[in-house]
């Protein structure tokens, strides 16, 4: 099988704030027809290499390459990237395809090229029977559509997504990001999607890059940025005036090392076991089995680990350690 294409290599970019460090070796590797969730919590570092990605910025070290051209040409790397920022403005009044021909020109087009291209944009995000409406009586749905096919009219190579699902419906939601599989696979293009959404991340991305405090704390495909996940802990949800008698029986087994009450949310139990390995299901089955037995309901269980959003959670919370 050939080898995917890598239209963006970052290596060991670094940004300071005046005597402040705020980014610190970025690296990674990202490969035509892929999507990169791009994560971290709030002043990780995530807006700075964004900004340093799509030549808003200039990195105080390190280099990075979109599509075989580096760093030091930005205006040759604009016409290779599209972005889609959190938030942009649109013209009310031109309609959507006066609006995607405005930018066709801009890169280069001619009106009837541009004009084409355009209409052949609002078929593929959805928006054909939308192209002649004003900007100005879109949705918000319909106004990142539109966004999303400003950032392709330059057919580029990498696409920045930034938050492109906030405040969007859960059947939005799942449009739009069927839309970005499409793109991506489609178009073979590189994605870098930023998102707060983790369970959006891990069904959409391919790969993954987790900020903290300025660098990387994680990185690589989905499924092996999960594996490092917490996996020794089960939480359970029993009914409150029974927390105490679950606490006791489920401490009771041979493979509870603790149990944790008083999580933040009533009900709850943090159960950590050993590391069970190939055991995990007999030791799940054991705990509920004792439950059931002491005539306690059980009203959740959910092993940890695995999960995006627990690797975020545990890196994160390290990091910051």
């Known amino acids: 099988m050939t080898q995917a294409k890598n239209v963006l ?31 971290g919590p709030n002043g990780a570092g995530k807006t700075t290499s964004i900004r340093i990605l799509t030549t808003i910025m200039e990195p105080d070290g390190g280099t990075f390459v979109v599509d075989g051209i580096t760093h030091e040409h930005p205006e040759q790397i604009r016409r290779k990237i599209g972005v889609l920022p959190e938030s942009f403005g649109l013209p009310k009044q031109m309609t959507g395809i006066e609006y995607l021909v405005y930018f066709g020109q801009l890169y280069g087009r001619s009106v009837a090229d541009a004009r084409t291209y355009g209409l052949q944009l609002l078929e ?13 009586t879109y949705s918000h ?29 859960p059947r939005g939601q799942q449009e739009l990001n069927e839309l970005v599989k499409r793109i991506a696979r489609e178009r073979n293009a590189g994605v870098i999607l930023c998102s707060h959404m983790l369970p959006e991340v891990e069904a959409v991305c391919d790969d993954v890059v987790i900020l903290s405090s300025g660098e990387v704390v994680a990185k690589g495909p989905v499924a092996d940025v999960t594996g490092k996940a917490e996996r020794n802990v089960i939480r359970v949800r029993v009914p409150v005036p029974a927390v105490a008698d679950a606490q006791r ?15 933040g949310q009533p009900g709850w139990l943090r159960v950590e076991v050993d ?31 695995g999960r995006l959003q627990d690797v975020f959670l545990d890196l994160t ?5």
Do not use: C
């Open 9 to 39: 290599v970052a290596e060991h970019l670094k940004k300071f704030y005046g005597p402040r460090l705020a980014l610190r070796d970025l690296s990674f590797t990202l490969q035509a027809g892929r999507i990169l969730g791009f994560l």
């Open 124 to 136: 593929e995000v959805g928006l054909a029977q939308r192209g002649r409406s004003l900007v100005g």
């Open 141 to 169: 749905g319909m106004r990142q559509r539109i966004g999303i096919a400003r950032a392709l009219v330059n057919d580029p190579a990498v696409v920045f997504l930034d938050e492109p699902t906030l405040g969007l419906d």
């Open 249 to 263: 029986e489920v401490e009771a087994l041979p493979a509870v090392r603790r149990v944790v009450t008083g999580t």
């Open 275 to 305: 590391d069970t390995g190939s055991e995990g299901n007999h030791v799940n089955n054991g705990i509920l089995d004792k439950l059931i037995r002491a005539e306690i309901p059980v009203l959740g269980f959910e092993p940890q680990g």
């Open 317 to 321: 919370t390290k990091a910051l350690k």
